[in-house]
């Protein structure tokens, strides 16, 4: 395909108690299944999207934390997290869950593509994408 | 329509997954084999376990193009690509082979 262009997918609410998290997520591996540029962008509450050890068992909603991990499977290559809404509230990359990537045939590996960007790269990252789906 | 496993009724829904993924026995792939006049090799239950383990892992159902190259890495270049997935799954890897693990639709499969 060669019409391919750069998605950026901007996360800013908590994982559970809505739906936008999931449903940005499903959106996620619908257009990297069509070979699209997707990056991932996780801003104010949406920082606990990647928070590790989430338990869901109490309020009986399906647990989609792990389902972030595979996202390098499908050709993510960048997921991107706004350190100041980190810092806000007490976190730090160590309370995120590490997403591998690796190309299945030159085995080129990245151990970890979630990134932590200060303001100005947010916007900027944000500046550049063709197309920008906020959740 | 539901599906007679072990003595057991399992509900499916309208395209034949279970609704209830917790249902699955290696029976359920067994009776859905049969009813597409298949039968099940190892080369088959490699498959089925393998997609069983992704969703353990990743509550998801692998797009086939995951499945694709997870397989090859797993089980051998030669078993990584459409053409023997196909050859084992002829309604579609994604879609036959997940519906025997008793895992939901593939996202994004049409």
């Known amino acids: 395909m060669s019409d391919t262009k750069n998605f950026m997918f901007l996360n800013r609410r908590a994982p559970y108690g809505t739906i936008y998290a999931w449903e940005s997520l499903e959106v996620v591996l619908i257009a990297a299944a069509f070979e699209q540029n997707v990056s991932l962008m996780f801003a104010d509450d949406g920082v606990y999207e990647l928070t590790k050890g989430q338990d869901t068992a109490g309020i009986g909603m399906k647990n989609f934390s792990p389902t972030y991990r595979t996202l390098g499977d499908y050709e993510v290559r960048h997921m991107y997290v706004d350190k100041a809404s980190l810092e806000a509230r007490g976190l730090t990359a160590d309370d995120l869950v590490q997403v591998e990537w690796e190309d299945w045939e030159t085995e080129e590996s990245v151990d970890n593509i979630v990134e932590v960007v200060d303001s100005e790269k947010v916007a900027e990252l944000l500046a550049e994408s063709d197309v920008v789906f906020s959740f | ?110």
């Open chain 2, 1 to 110: 329509m539901p599906i007679e496993v072990d003595g057991k009724t399992l509900e499916t829904d309208e395209e034949g997954y279970l609704v209830n993924l917790n249902d699955w026995v290696p029976g359920v792939a067994e009776v859905m084999a049969k009813e597409d006049d298949l039968e099940l090799t190892q080369d088959h239950w490699d498959i089925i376990n393998f997609l069983r383990e992704y969703y353990e892992e990743y509550q998801i159902a692998p797009a086939v193009r995951v499945l694709t190259k997870a397989v090859g890495k797993r089980l051998g270049k030669e078993k990584g690509n459409s053409k023997y997935l196909y050859g084992l799954f002829p309604y579609g890897p994604g879609k036959q082979a997940c519906r025997y693990a008793g895992l939901p639709k593939p996202t994004g499969c049409v």
